[in-house]
Every structure is written in structure tokens, then in C-alpha cells.
């Protein structure tokens, strides 16, 4: 879907809120952006009736999901078939699932921060990094990790974790979005980590002996270039399974073996 270009020559980007506080905040920050981003900010609109009479239309809609009676769910369907580009912001991470079945450019959650928001909308404008690079965290701030170089992905708590031979980022984007944006890079081991295919060592099975516990035995990636071990849901073991080396499973290598 093209994006909309308004009279100024610049992308029309809508804010629509729950309240007129709402917007304000929100507009406060994309005024801060529009410093450094080609859009034109529209006025924001309360609510879904005001959204669908927006003029002129929007080429990038922030639409809250917050919205009473369900009408932010409805909208996002409604403009999944013909609409502006939409980046969804939830009200909470309990929305996320729900969200997750709509067609969006990407979710934020709260609270959103600036430079969250501009990788949004950079993204949604078609301005953004690499579609191969992810925007994440590291000590010098943000920065663009090639996807190529990402070893595993961990979700933790609000964040997940980006790990790559050089060291360790974070992003807000949710887990199942990376899977489903890289089906093919990555695989899922468990419900909380993704494994890059490319990075598997090989693999070896975890027993009480080993860990001088009593829990049930379990299999463990081993990985390149990197100590970390990755434990594998029971059920995702068979998938995991044909992502081997072929004759690397079942053994235990140091890291220097790998």
C-alpha cells in the first residue's frame, strides 16, 4: 500500500486517541519529529468517528487500540482493506495477542518512548533501516543490528533480548513479530527464545547427572561463536531436531570446539 502525500508534499500522518489528552501527548512528540522526518502532521482525531472523516485522508494512521467500545479494533479492520499504513499502539501488553492478528507496520506499547516512536514511523513511511536490520539498544544507544548477525533473540519481560558475537542489545518489538517477519532466519526452541538457524552448533541432552538436580531430561542448543546455551521446549523438539548439523546432536562440545 502506497503511502498518502498530503498538499505539503509530505506524508499525512493522523493520531487517533481515546481523548483529547491522549492526542496531545502524542502529537507533543511527532511535532519533535517532524524536525527530522518528511511527514505532515494532521489534526489529531478523537475517536473513530472523527478518524473516518479525516480530510485529507491520512498516508500513516497512530491509531489507540484504547478505544472505547472496541472501535479501535474495528477501525484497524476496516483500514486493513484499504486505508492508511497503521502503526497500533496498545493499551497494555495483555492487548498484544489480539493486536498481533492485525495488519499493521508495527505495535507499540506503553509507555512509548521517542525514539521507539520514530523507528515506527520511519518504518511505516518506507524511511527507515534495512528491512533486514533490526532497531534495538546497546550501550551507545540505538542502534541498526543486522539481522544476519543476530545469533538468538530472548524475550524478557517487557523487551527482548538481541544477541549477537559482539554482545547483547534490547527491543520492544515482540517476539511473535520477529517470527513472523523471519520465518526463514529463525526458528522458535521455545516460547520465549528464537534461535537463528545459521548459529546451531549442535545440540546435547541435558539429564539430572548433569545438572545434579531431579528435573526431567532436556535437549540444549549449542551455539557459534558464543557460550550461551538455549534450552528447547519438549514439543518444539522435533522441529528444532532437523535444524542440526547433521551428527551433531547428543554431543557435548566446549566452546572453543565450535
Known amino acids: ?53 479525516a480530510d485529507p485522508a491520512p498516508g500513516v494512521a497512530l491509531l489507540d487500540l484504547g478505544l472505547p467500545d472496541a472501535q479501535g479494533y474495528a477501525l484497524a479492520r476496516a483500514w486493513e482493506r484499504s486505508g492508511p499504513r ?31 516512536l520514530e523507528q515506527a514511523l520511519r518504518q511505516a513511511l518506507g524511511t527507515g533501516p534495512s528491512p533486514d536490520a533490526l532497531m534495538a539498544h546497546g550501550r551507545d544507544g540505538t542502534v541498526a543490528v543486522p539481522v544476519e548477525e543476530v545469533l538468538y533473540l530472548r524475550a524478557d519481560g517487557k523487551y527482548v533480548s538481541l544477541r549477537t558475537r559482539q554482545g547483547e542489545f534490547l527491543t520492544d518489538r515482540a517476539l511473535a513479530d520477529l ?8 526458528i522458535q526452541a521455545h516460547r520465549n527464545a528464537l534461535v537463528a538457524r545459521s548459529a546451531i552448533a549442535g545440540a546435547r541432552l541435558v539429564t539430572p547427572e548433569l545438572t545434579g538436580g531431579d528435573a526431567d531430561p532436556y535437549w540444549e542448543l549449542l551455539l557459534h561463536g558464543v ?16 535444524c542440526l548439523p547433521q551428527g551433531r546432536a547428543a554431543q557435548s562440545l566446549s566452546p572453543e570446539a565450535i
Do not use: K, N, Y
Request: net charge positive.
Open 179 to 186: 517470527s513472523r517477519a523471519f520465518p526463514e532466519r529463525f
Open 1 to 53: 500500500m502506497a503511502v498518502t502525500v498530503s498538499g505539503t508534499g509530505s506524508p499525512g500522518v493522523l493520531v487517533v486517541g481515546r481523548d483529547a489528552a491522549f492526542c496531545r501527548r502524542l502529537s507533543a512528540q511527532l511535532r519533535t519529529l517532524a524536525r527530522r522526518l518528511p511527514l505532515h502532521l494532521l489534526p489529531p482525531a478523537v475517536g473513530a468517528d472523527q478518524a473516518r472523516r
Open 86 to 116: 497503521l502503526v497500533l499502539l496498545l493499551p497494555s501488553l495483555d492487548s498484544l495477542p489480539q493486536a498481533e492478528q492485525l495488519r499493521a507496520s508495527d505495535l507499540l506499547v506503553p509507555p512509548i518512548r521517542i525514539d521507539r
Open 227 to 242: 557460550p550461551d546455551r538455549i534450552a528447547v521446549a519438549r514439543r518444539r523438539w522435533p522441529l528444532v531436531r532437523r
